[in-house]
């Protein structure tokens, strides 16, 4: 690949949750120098507000109707990532079930979808940027220079993410944190808009049994030999 003097750069990280996007990301950005974007953030931001707000998540109109009087935008400070609505930093709180819940039933809403593509967009304008989420390869950067889809198994996903929750959690939750990974991955993958589904030219890396560092040397050696010149 020939590049020419000046063009951004748009690393995009696409796969299911729990496959390990967000961490590998992250450092790969870091390695790089790269803004590190999670496009999830904004559909969680999304899914939040209409929680804190009391609208039903399945009311498009309604949802729509409160995200015209209440921005949404990403900053980066010192290059962390953060998420904002209206005036508020909520990074802190997207992690929550409500949010999560929330934000998987907004992410089916085409224009939420419509919406944050958008402002992915142009938050990946001006900079070279390393973007994970499930759809950026195809719909928000289909002209990434670099794409990966990362996976794993179901079971190691869940492990991961149940590695996430509290301490002193019951088996029932890792059985419910399955139930719910495999109910995201069917709305995923089967929504009319924005499916998650590899892009052609991404590489798909397993990351059921390999260590983070692993999967971040796999994806640098990529990246550089695209880069580099050496993709053709």
């Known amino acids: 690949m020939v590049l020419e003097p000046g063009t951004r750069i748009v690393i995009a990280i696409d796969g299911p949750s729990g496959a390990g996007k967000s961490t590998v990301a992250r450092k790969v950005a870091q390695h790089l120098g790269y803004q590190y974007v999670d496009s999830g953030a904004f559909y969680r931001a999304v899914g939040w507000l209409m929680h804190a707000r009391g609208v039903p998540v399945e009311d498009a109109a309604a949802?729509?109707?409160?995200?015209?009087?209440?921005?949404?935008?990403?900053?980066?400070?010192?290059?962390?990532?953060?998420?904002?609505?209206?005036?508020?930093?909520?990074?802190?709180?997207?992690?929550?079930?409500a949010a999560g819940r929330a934000a998987s039933a907004v992410a089916l809403l085409p224009g939420v979808r419509a919406l944050i593509t958008a402002q992915l967009q142009r938050v990946g304008a001006p900079?070279?940027?390393v973007m994970e989420g499930r759809d950026i390869g195809t719909v928000v950067f289909p002209e990434a220079q670099v794409k990966f889809?990362?996976?794993?198994?179901l079971a190691v996903r869940g492990q991961r993410r149940l590695q996430e929750t509290p301490p002193g959690e019951t088996?029932?939750?890792?059985?419910?944190?399955?139930?719910?990974?495999?109910?995201?991955?069917r709305q995923d993958q089967g929504r009319p808009t924005a499916p998650l589904v590899q892009a052609a030219d991404a590489q798909r890396i397993d990351t059921t049994?390999?260590?983070?560092?692993?999967?971040?040397?796999t994806m640098l050696s990529e990246i550089h030999r695209v880069l580099d010149g050496e993709g053709g």
């Open 171 to 185: 088996p029932a939750l890792s059985r419910h944190i399955l139930e719910a990974m495999a109910t995201r991955d």
């Open 127 to 129: 900079a070279n940027v």
């Open 149 to 153: 889809f990362l996976d794993a198994s």
């Open 209 to 217: 049994d390999l260590t983070v560092d692993e999967v971040v040397q």
């Open 63 to 97: 949802v729509m109707a409160c995200l015209a009087h209440t921005p949404l935008r990403a900053t980066f400070e010192a290059g962390i990532f953060h998420m904002w609505v209206a005036d508020a930093c909520v990074t802190s709180d997207l992690r929550g079930e």
